[in-house]
């Protein structure tokens, strides 16, 4: 079975531009998530999809991150404009209803 | 709200000396406490699902444990590949979504 698959695995931007993660879940998986990890914390919740709905958004912030999950299948994650802040890795997950999450590879932002 | 303590920060063992790390949790109904390993430039790594107080699991040289406070995950003899960032999290009632919510991990280096 393939795993979660994300990219870009790496990115270095300057604060004030735009920046977009793509994440491709395992196949046949309804329930998608983005976590961000900050360097030394465990991962928080940005967003969580079920198929094509979003269940939880309440830590995204809204006025600069945006996410759309495209025929509940692939997902992507905006950030604009990024601050210094943004410096994180972006991980998605995705598991069937109820079951373990399986993580992608996540992509590690730095914003200078 | 759902918090999840893990401690140490940060553990040094000698190859083959045994420890345990520690997860306390506060959560509204827990539906899974669950035991993740990442090594460096990686994602989370499922290891274990507990669901409820006396349950136990092994996988190797590792045990994890559950009570209505806190979990704590044993480590046997431990060997240098054990080395990594082992994240505790928990599933709860609350918002009913099937969000994990995370500790800020335990560093593990094991010397041999």
């Known amino acids: 079975e393939a795993g979660v698959a994300q990219s870009p695995r790496y990115k270095i931007i300057e604060k004030r531009q735009s920046v977009a993660f793509w994440c491709n879940p395992i196949?046949?998986?309804?329930?998608l998530y983005w976590y961000q990890q900050i360097l030394g914390q465990g991962p928080k919740l940005l967003i969580q999809?079920?198929?094509?709905?979003?269940?939880?958004d309440s830590q995204l912030p809204k006025d600069r991150f945006s996410a759309e999950r495209l025929k509940g299948v692939d997902s992507t994650l905006k950030i604009q404009p990024a601050k210094l802040e943004d410096s994180a890795v972006y991980l998605c997950?995705?598991?069937?209803?109820?079951?373990?999450?399986?993580f992608g590879p996540g992509t590690r932002l730095l914003v200078l | 709200e759902d918090q999840v303590t893990q401690s140490p920060e940060a553990l040094r063992l000698q190859e083959g000396e045994s420890s345990s790390l520690n997860c306390s949790y506060t959560?509204?109904?827990?539906?899974?406490l669950f035991w993740y390993r990442q090594d460096p430039g990686k994602g989370p790594e499922f290891l274990f699902t507990?669901?409820?107080a006396g349950e136990e699991k092994e996988k190797e040289r590792l045990k994890a444990t559950l009570t209505k406070k806190e979990s704590f995950l044993h480590i046997t003899a431990p060997k240098p590949e054990d080395s990594a960032t082992y994240l505790c999290?928990?599933?709860?009632?609350?918002?009913?979504?099937?969000?994990?919510?995370f500790g800020q991990g335990t560093t593990l280096q094991v010397k041999p």
């Open positions: 196949s046949g998986h309804a329930t």
């Open positions: 507990l669901y409820s």
């Open positions: 959560v509204s109904g827990l539906r899974g």
């Open positions: 997950a995705s598991s069937p209803q109820g079951q373990a999450l399986n």
């Open positions: 999290a928990v599933r709860g009632l609350s918002g009913n979504t099937g969000k994990l919510i």
């Open positions: 999809f079920q198929n094509n709905g979003v269940v939880d």
